[in-house]
């Protein structure tokens, strides 16, 4: 990574760097760089990995609701001859 490829980030993000944080940019990201390779770089020993693992989703159950009209504006907090009152909006 380069000057030129930070230069090309700021402008996709739409902002303007000067050369000072162009030069902290490109060392915080050679940081980063270094730190994921190296992540990538240790290996797993998966025989040790005994944890069970399924699956912690919910089944999807299909509820019969009612949206009555009644039932809605028995459930409103404040209404009136069957209208629901609402605060003003401007």
């Known amino acids: ?41 240790v290996k797993l020993d998966e025989t040790k990995l005994t944890y069970d693992t399924y699956n912690v989703w919910r089944e999807d159950k299909i509820e019969p609701q009612e949206f009555s009209k009644e039932s809605i504006i028995k459930q409103f907090p404040d209404k009136q001859d069957n209208f629901l009152k609402v605060k003003k909006i401007l």
């Open 1 to 41: 990574m380069d000057i030129k490829d930070v230069e090309n980030l700021a402008e996709l993000a739409k902002i303007d760097l000067n050369e000072d944080e162009k030069k902290q940019i490109l060392k915080d990201m050679g940081g980063i760089l270094e730190y994921v390779k190296t992540i990538e770089s």
